[in-house]
């Protein structure tokens, strides 16, 4: 008995000493993110993140892992867009983190599927795949509701259809190339396919 205490209070100091020795998060300076924000990225995204150009993404209630490491790989021209490049590379990795955690705290507005004559494929799509292509369910990595799974997967819900098309088709002609699961799942679809399951993730909620 005596030799299980024993074991089970070096267990203990182990773990303290481990979680001791762990790197401290990164700190996080919302209003500096707020400001940053204001002054790099409202006049494409919406003030509040909630953007209204079809092709420029909503970026409210995003995971904030995944912008951070969006905006790093503009930054860096690992992700290939000029206009972001330019924007990206004035910001530092503290910036990006600022703005990315600030961006997580904004609500998004709920958005619209508005093609009814598609919207059941897009669902099918979205929920099923397309078996015989081997196209695997979009929900699998983006959740059912399309909230996405943080530090991994974005958060899709409510998504502007025309972004999410710009999106599919760079991710399957290879103009994106930061993602490769993204690019095989991709250059499986068709126009119609994507489309239909973009308007479809725009009613997402």
């Given at each position: 008995?005596?030799?299980?205490?024993?074991?089970?209070?070096?267990?203990?100091?182990?773990?303290?000493?481990?979680?001791?020795?762990?790197?401290?998060?990164?700190?996080?300076?919302?209003?500096?993110?707020?400001?940053?924000?204001?002054?790099?990225?409202?006049?494409c995204h919406g003030a509040d993140?909630?953007?209204?150009?079809?092709?420029?993404?909503?970026?409210?209630?995003?995971?904030p892992e995944y912008l951070v490491?969006?905006?790093?790989?503009?930054?860096?021209?690992?992700?290939?867009?000029?206009?972001?490049?330019?924007?990206?590379?004035?910001?530092?990795?503290?910036?990006?983190?600022?703005?990315?955690?600030?961006?997580?705290?904004?609500?998004?507005?709920?958005?619209?599927?508005?093609?009814?004559?598609?919207?059941?494929?897009?669902?099918?799509?979205?929920?099923?795949?397309?078996?015989?292509?081997?196209?695997?369910?979009?929900?699998?990595?983006?959740?059912?509701?399309?909230?996405?799974?943080?530090?991994?997967?974005?958060?899709?819900?409510?998504?502007?259809?025309?972004?999410?098309?710009?999106?599919?088709?760079?991710?399957?002609?290879?103009?994106?190339?930061?993602?490769?699961?993204?690019?095989?799942?991709?250059?499986?679809?068709?126009?119609?396919?994507?489309?239909?399951?973009?308007?479809?993730?725009?009613?997402?909620?």
């Amino acid at each position: 008995m005596k030799s299980l205490a024993v074991l089970l209070t070096a267990t203990l100091l182990a773990a303290t000493a481990s979680a001791a020795d762990a790197p401290a998060a990164p700190k996080v300076d919302l209003a500096k993110g707020s400001a940053s924000y204001a002054a790099v990225c409202a006049a494409c995204h919406g003030a509040d993140g909630n953007s209204s150009v079809p092709t420029q993404p909503t970026l409210a209630e995003q995971h904030p892992e995944y912008l951070v490491k969006q905006l790093l790989e503009f930054k860096s021209g690992v992700r290939k867009d000029p206009v972001m490049q330019g924007f990206a590379s004035t910001l530092s990795e503290a910036d990006a983190r600022n703005i990315a955690y600030w961006l997580a705290t904004q609500k998004a507005k709920p958005g619209f599927a508005k093609n009814k004559d598609t919207v059941l494929l897009g669902e099918r799509i979205y929920r099923g795949g397309i078996q015989d292509r081997r196209v695997p369910a979009c929900a699998g990595c983006h959740s059912p509701n399309g909230a996405g799974i943080p530090a991994q997967y974005p958060r899709l819900a409510g998504q502007l259809s025309d972004y999410t098309v710009k999106q599919l088709t760079s991710f399957r002609d290879g103009g994106r190339t930061n993602n490769a699961p993204m690019h095989d799942v991709s250059a499986k679809m068709n126009d119609r396919e994507i489309k239909a399951v973009a308007d479809y993730i725009a009613g997402l909620r």
